[in-house]
């Protein structure tokens, strides 16, 4: 659990792909009213592929910690494959167990990536309900 515990702080110390986009197909920011959390995603689509990912925000370990290991798991991916991803491939980046207060925190970056997608493809935002399901 340590070793799990570790990562999560090196990845929230030293985040992968954060930092400036200068000129993304899509940006899409999400706070998480709950604790203030909050993303902005910035994703460069070619050929329906996830070419690139830049994103800033602040907040806790767990939601910046999330957010980069979850943006190196998207490149190279399809918007298609991106868009169907379930909450459960953030938990499996993440190795820890994830309370019930702290799941929002965890999934900020899905519900990001899913409400930049919908506004990609010409759709309105969703909730949160409506985009993780709970």
Same mark, same amino acid.
């Given at each position: 659990? /340590?070793?799990?515990?570790?990562?999560?702080?090196?990845?929230?110390?030293?985040?992968?792909?954060?930092?400036?986009? #200068?000129?993304? *197909?899509?940006?899409? !920011? !999400? *706070?998480?009213?709950?604790?203030?959390?909050? %993303? !902005?995603?910035?994703?460069?689509?070619?050929?329906?592929?996830?070419? /690139?990912?830049?994103? !800033?925000?602040?907040?806790?370990?767990?939601?910046?910690?999330?957010?980069?290991?979850?943006?190196?798991?998207?490149?190279?991916?399809?918007?298609?494959?991106?868009?169907? %991803?379930?909450?459960?491939?953030?938990?499996?980046?993440?190795?820890?167990?994830?309370?019930?207060?702290?799941?929002?925190?965890?999934?900020?970056?899905?519900?990001?990536? #899913?409400?930049? %997608?919908? #506004?990609?493809?010409?759709?309105?935002?969703?909730?949160? *309900?409506?985009?993780?399901?709970?």
């Amino acid at each position: 659990m /340590d070793l799990y515990a570790e990562s999560i702080l090196d990845h929230a110390h030293h985040p992968l792909c954060k930092g400036p986009m #200068k000129h993304p *197909t899509v940006s899409h !920011e !999400e *706070t998480n009213a709950s604790c203030g959390d909050s %993303l !902005e995603l910035r994703l460069l689509i070619k050929g329906k592929r996830i070419n /690139d990912i830049r994103w !800033e925000g602040e907040g806790c370990a767990i939601s910046q910690a999330a957010m980069s290991m979850f943006a190196g798991h998207l490149k190279g991916m399809t918007t298609e494959e991106a868009a169907h %991803l379930p909450p459960r491939s953030v938990f499996d980046l993440l190795k820890v167990s994830i309370g019930p207060r702290r799941t929002k925190c965890a999934l900020l970056c899905l519900h990001a990536l #899913k409400n930049a %997608l919908r #506004k990609l493809n010409g759709e309105p935002a969703q909730s949160w *309900t409506e985009t993780i399901g709970n």
